[in-house]
């Protein structure tokens, strides 16, 4: 894979960005935003590294398309992870938060003038992880920035960051690639791999597929799948169902939850045979005609709604995933 540029399915975000740049107009606050395991970090480290490139610079500068070149003198630095005039804000290790103080010290970087490149790109990631303290002291940054300064900001819960930051930055979003790009680019890193149940299991994210590859994530998701099923047949009370279920990653948890439902909803509205899921079609195909769709959509506006409070510090994880399982336990019951 080329290492100095975007992945495939990031290819349009990226030319919108070089247009910028080479119109000398890049915006100084940049917001990018996209789902979980789409490739934000790499895009945002990658689009950082041409961005201090110096042989991008020059007139020949057009045929890298806003790569680094891998070998001037900044690029050296960036590899050997000493680059001046890139700034990171990260969470500290066991924290999962971004305090009012290292935002301060941030900000002190951020505004020095460049010393090798022609300007200095700070990086937040993920920007919702500030606290709104710590947002609310970037907010002078980003609204009058240092000459020759890029701050970008990198989340996948757009939403959680206040107006008052996202509208002193220019979105850029990053969405995952289509079923048929995944494919492509996962058979191109490993041919061997059957990738198309790994990318399912992933829900469609195929840098996720890729790190699932030699882990034992089917049949965890086969096991999770059972408890599933019993649960909606009346063999399995829904509070051991949780107990299984708060042992699995939530967000996949509540994607695969949310394709099982749907697959339902699609079996009981227009028959088993319209069911894309081999899970649910082969196993519970017999139930969906006595499954009410009006309580199926009720739950899949209930696994929206806890998928988007994800992110949400305070969210009562136990108690929404309790509720679930009570639903799904009451849709057999006449
Ligand atoms: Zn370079």
Same mark, same amino acid.
């Given at each position: 894979? *080329?290492?100095?540029? =975007?992945y495939?399915?990031q290819?349009?975000?990226?030319?919108?960005l070089q247009?910028?740049?080479e119109?000398g107009?890049l915006p100084?606050?940049l917001?990018?935003n996209?789902p979980?395991?789409?490739?934000k970090?790499?895009?945002?480290?990658?689009f950082a590294?041409?961005?201090?490139c110096?042989?991008n610079r020059? &007139?020949?500068g057009?045929?890298h398309?806003g790569?680094?070149?891998?070998k001037?003198h900044s690029?050296?630095l960036?590899?050997a992870?000493?680059?001046?005039?890139?700034?990171l804000?990260?969470?500290?290790?066991?924290?999962k938060t /971004?305090?009012?103080?290292?935002?301060?010290?941030? /900000?002190q *970087?951020?505004?020095?003038?460049p010393?090798?490149?022609?300007?200095r790109?700070?990086?937040i990631? =993920?920007?919702?992880?500030?606290?709104s303290?710590?947002?609310?002291?970037?907010?002078?940054?980003l609204?009058?920035?240092?000459?020759n300064?890029?701050i /970008?900001l990198?989340t996948e819960?757009?939403?959680?960051l206040?107006a008052t930051i996202r509208s002193?930055?220019?979105i850029v979003?990053? =969405?995952? =690639?289509?079923?048929?790009?995944?494919?492509q680019w996962?058979?191109q890193?490993?041919?061997q791999q059957q990738?198309?149940?790994l990318l399912n299991?992933?829900a469609?994210a195929p840098?996720?597929?890729?790190?699932?590859?030699k882990?034992?994530i089917m049949?965890?998701?086969?096991?999770?799948f059972?408890?599933?099923a019993?649960?909606?047949r009346?063999?399995?009370?829904p509070?051991?169902?949780?107990?299984?279920?708060n042992?699995e990653?939530? &967000?996949l948890l509540?994607?695969?939850?949310y &394709?099982w439902?749907l697959?339902l909803?699609?079996?009981?509205?227009?028959?088993?045979e319209?069911m894309?899921?081999?899970?649910?079609?082969?196993?519970?195909?017999?139930l969906?005609p *006595?499954l009410?769709?009006g309580?199926?959509i009720?739950? /899949? &506006?209930?696994?929206?709604s806890?998928?988007?409070?994800?992110?949400?510090?305070?969210?009562n994880?136990q108690?929404?995933?309790?509720?679930?399982a009570v639903?799904?336990a009451?849709?057999?019951k006449?």
């Amino acid at each position: 894979m *080329d290492n100095q540029g =975007p992945y495939p399915w990031q290819q349009q975000s990226w030319a919108l960005l070089q247009k910028y740049r080479e119109r000398g107009r890049l915006p100084h606050g940049l917001l990018f935003n996209g789902p979980a395991e789409c490739g934000k970090k790499h895009f945002a480290l990658r689009f950082a590294e041409g961005v201090l490139c110096t042989a991008n610079r020059s &007139e020949d500068g057009a045929q890298h398309h806003g790569r680094a070149c891998g070998k001037c003198h900044s690029c050296l630095l960036l590899a050997a992870g000493n680059h001046p005039d890139l700034v990171l804000l990260v969470p500290q290790e066991e924290k999962k938060t /971004i305090q009012v103080d290292a935002v301060r010290e941030f /900000i002190q *970087d951020a505004t020095l003038t460049p010393q090798i490149s022609d300007c200095r790109v700070c990086l937040i990631m =993920p920007a919702d992880a500030m606290t709104s303290e710590a947002a609310n002291s970037l907010l002078k940054t980003l609204e009058e920035p240092a000459a020759n300064n890029h701050i /970008i900001l990198v989340t996948e819960h757009v939403r959680h960051l206040a107006a008052t930051i996202r509208s002193r930055c220019q979105i850029v979003n990053l =969405p995952l =690639p289509t079923q048929q790009q995944s494919l492509q680019w996962l058979q191109q890193q490993q041919p061997q791999q059957q990738w198309e149940e790994l990318l399912n299991c992933a829900a469609g994210a195929p840098l996720r597929a890729l790190s699932f590859e030699k882990s034992d994530i089917m049949q965890r998701r086969k096991q999770l799948f059972n408890s599933f099923a019993a649960l909606i047949r009346g063999q399995q009370a829904p509070l051991a169902v949780v107990a299984a279920w708060n042992e699995e990653m939530s &967000e996949l948890l509540l994607k695969w939850l949310y &394709e099982w439902t749907l697959d339902l909803l699609r079996g009981s509205l227009t028959g088993v045979e319209n069911m894309r899921d081999l899970l649910p079609g082969r196993e519970l195909s017999g139930l969906t005609p *006595d499954l009410d769709a009006g309580q199926l959509i009720a739950l /899949i &506006e209930q696994l929206v709604s806890l998928n988007r409070g994800m992110g949400e510090r305070n969210l009562n994880r136990q108690m929404q995933l309790e509720a679930l399982a009570v639903s799904y336990a009451g849709l057999t019951k006449r």
